[in-house]
Every structure is written in structure tokens, then in C-alpha cells.
């Protein structure tokens, strides 16, 4: 009997393992597809930006820097009538094809087509369905060591695909109505479509004015977050708006990665832990494991979120933009309110250098207010360090708190950058792109408008004294 069991026991074991890592079949209504999720990858969010992508899987291969992706796109036929494959691959997926496309044999009254392609070291095949309304697309794509292995799983998978017309799943989007039927809570049709866009592992936390998706971690974990985010902007509604009414309506949306790596797979900048995408409207980030430094980045991009809907879509000079990220980052904040801001040593060391005998000093105001971006971003460091003591100085300097001439430099430049910004829209015909050099008019007015009644050598005497103040005592 034991001996029986001795070779029972593994052949059991090997049997479940096979279970557990067999593909799961998952039918997406609103997509209108029935298709094998692949074991062993994990569905990433689909940002609101993306045009055609509709489902997104990631795999992470042990000792590969490099992820193996399996995606599904779609794309409407009657406004998008001249889309092939082959444009499908350089335009979207920006990709060289490379052999020639195989006609396979039609199913379900699609045309079905297969194709290889290659993106720098990466390879990839993408399998097309033609139909009369849709086209789809599903997309292997690996490091090159294991595309011959993955096209094989690639082949499997994508024979399984089956196709049904699109429906919603009316049930869950009358339940999230009614869940916020009533709700005081803000824009809740976004707060719909983002709860409606949660993929397997992530949930979603309402905030007074924030919606947290999360993912891995506690369910109270986001509160004091949301506490941060509250601060901030409750203080720039006060020092930055001319009234409380002006506060964006918007829910701002914040996505909790639950890793570095996954972070990285949508998208973040490796350079940082946290990031704001105008284009999804999101921010998102991750706990590096300093809940500190992960709240001081919380608070830098959630100045660009709040500003961005502020002034309607614009941005404001990079000075400005990113010296008022770090204001904010530098905030104390207690009972979701802003009670004080500490200096930040390493701008201070910056400076520090900047200031010393035979540095390079500070840029002059009359080119750094309007310093384009590619300069700005050029000297990342000692512009971040300048463009954040001119905000503090501009918020907190005794020469800007007489006679308000700080906050009143600020606030009109906001009021002139807002308004400039809704005429130059409302002077753009419906679907015309807007020009860069119409943009950087607009934030050149507001600014002249916002000096217009200082003398620019009176202010950057004050501010260079500032900064020797700041740079007086600096921790080494």
C-alpha cells in the first residue's frame, strides 16, 4: 500500500499543478470577446488614453528585465477605413513587420490574417479578425530568447478567441448609479467608468474628492492618503483661486500600484515612484517603503493634478509647474489641513552650491520666468532647486507677505492663465489641434500680466537675499 502511494502522490501533484495553470476562460461583454486569460500573466488597467487597447496581460520571466505581453485591440471600422495590418503595426504598435502576412481560414464571418514583427530586441505576431463593424487584434509580443516558445502558446490562444456583438453589462453600471444616486460625493459618472474599468486584484476606495484604485494593499491604507491629498488641496484653493467656486469639479483619480515593477508596466517614469498623466488624468504610484518619501511625491503630483483641472488643460510655466510641486511636497500636513513646510536640504545644497564663490549663481528671473521646457528640464537639478525657493519666497518671504505681493503675483497669474487659456479655446474650431506657440502666448501674457505691477530688480534683490537665508545654515 505505501509503496503504491509513493508513486500515486506525485503523479496527484503533478495533475493539480497542471489544473491550477491552466488557462481561465473569461468573457468580456462590453468587448464583445470570449478568450483564455494565459496562466502565469496578470491583467494590467487600461489607461483612458488608449484608443484601441482593450485588454492588456503582463508576465514577468525570472531573470528578464523584459516583460512577455499578450493584448487585445479593436478598432471601429467605419472611422477607421483604412486600417491594415500593416499600418496597424507601424502606426499603433510602432513595430517593423517583417516576413509576409498568412491569410487563415475565416471563422465566425471574420477574416482572420497572422503576421510577424519586431521592435528593437523585441518580437512579436500579431493575429487580425476582420469583420464588418470591428476589427480585432491580438498581440504576443516577448524579448526575442523566448518568442519561438511564446509563438507556439500565442497560436493556441489565439485559435480559442471567439467573437459576439459588444453589450454592457447594464446590471453592474445600474448598480454603481444607484450607488451614487444621491451622493454627495464628486463626479460620479468618472467615478462609474473607473470602477467599470477595474480588472482582477484591484479595487476602488471613494474619497470626499479623490477616487484610490488600489492594488495590494490594506483596505484602509489609502485614508491617509486621501488625508495628504485633502490638505493640499484645500490649501491651494485658498492661495491660488480667487474663490472656493473655481475648485475643480473633476474627481481627481490616484492609482496605488502595488509594486515597482507593475508601476513600470503602466508606464511610470523609472526615475521616480510617482507620476501624473494628463492624458489618462490619473496620478499614480507606489510605496517604495518610506511612507515619507512616498507622501512628498503624493503631494508634488497632486499639484500638477489639481492645476491641470484648475486651469482647464494647460499648464502653467515650468517653474512655476514643478517650484509648486515642490512647495507642496515640502508640506507639513495635520487633520487633512497644511500647518507648516520645512525646508527641503537637498534644493538648499543645491543652491548652497549655486551661491558659493565661483558658482554659476542664480539664473535671472528675467529668463527664468519664462524659460522653456526642453531648458528647464535640461538642468533638471539646480532649475528644481531655484523654481522651488522662488515659490517659498513668493508664499512665505516677509518682502512677499507685505502688502500681498506675493500671493497677488501668484493668483493673477493663475486668473490671466485661466482665462487666456478658456478664449484661446473657445477661438479653436472643434477638432483643430492647437499650436505649441499658441500655448506658450497664453502663459506669456498671464505672466506679463502677473509683473506688471512689480519692478522685476526690486524682486530679484529680495529673492537672491532669500536664497542666502535658505542657504545660511544647510545640513551637510
Known sequence: MLSRLTWLLPLLLLVAGLLSAQDRRVRYLEIGVTLDTPAGYQPLPIPRSERFLKLSFVRRQAGCPDPLTWSLFRAERSTNPGLTDEIFVEAVLQARMVGDK???????EYERTRL????????????????????????????????????????GWADELRLQAPRTDERERAALNRRYAGSR???????????????????????????????????????????????????????????????????????????RTEYLDFGGVPEASGY???RDDELVLYN????????????????????????????????FDEGFGEFMASAEVGGSRVVDFQPLVHHQRTLADLMAEGGAGLVPLATFLSMPREEFYGQARKHYAQAWALVDFL?????????????DLVRTYITRL????ADCLQGVSAGSPIQIEAL???????????????????????????????VAFVPR
Do not use: N
Not at 443 to 469: G, H, I, K
Open 395 to 407: 508664499m512665505r518671504s516677509d518682502y512677499a507677505l507685505r502688502s500681498s505681493r506675493g500671493s
Open 102 to 108: 498568412r491569410d487563415l481560414t475565416e471563422r465566425q
Open 418 to 421: 485661466r482665462q487666456g487659456w
Open 276 to 278: 501624473f498623466s494628463p
Open 116 to 155: 510577424a514583427f519586431e521592435r528593437g530586441t523585441r518580437r512579436g505576431m500579431l493575429f487580425g479578425y476582420h469583420g464588418e463593424t470591428y476589427s480585432y487584434y491580438l498581440v504576443g509580443e516577448a524579448p526575442g530568447l523566448y518568442y519561438e516558445d511564446e509563438a507556439r502558446l500565442w497560436r
Open 288 to 319: 517604495g517603503g518610506d511612507p515619507g518619501a512616498m507622501e512628498a511625491v503624493l503631494r508634488h503630483e497632486a499639484f500638477h493634478q489639481y492645476i491641470y483641472a484648475a486651469l482647464g488643460g494647460i499648464a502653467p510655466h515650468s517653474w
Open 185 to 259: 460625493l464628486s463626479d460620479p459618472e468618472r467615478r462609474i467608468a473607473a470602477r467599470l474599468s477595474l480588472v482582477d486584484g484591484w479595487t476602488a476606495y471613494d474619497g470626499e474628492s479623490y477616487l484610490f484604485l488600489v492594488h495590494g494593499l490594506r483596505s484602509d491604507a489609502w485614508r491617509s492618503l486621501d488625508a495628504q491629498l485633502m490638505g493640499v488641496r484645500r490649501y491651494l484653493t485658498a492661495k491660488l483661486l480667487t474663490h472656493d467656486s473655481l475648485e475643480p469639479d473633476a474627481v481627481g483619480v490616484v492609482r496605488l500600484c502595488k509594486d
Open 440 to 470: 506658450d502666448q497664453v502663459r506669456e501674457a498671464a505672466l506679463r500680466s502677473a509683473l506688471q505691477r512689480l519692478e522685476l530688480d526690486d524682486l530679484e534683490r529680495a529673492f537672491e537675499e532669500y536664497v542666502r537665508q535658505l
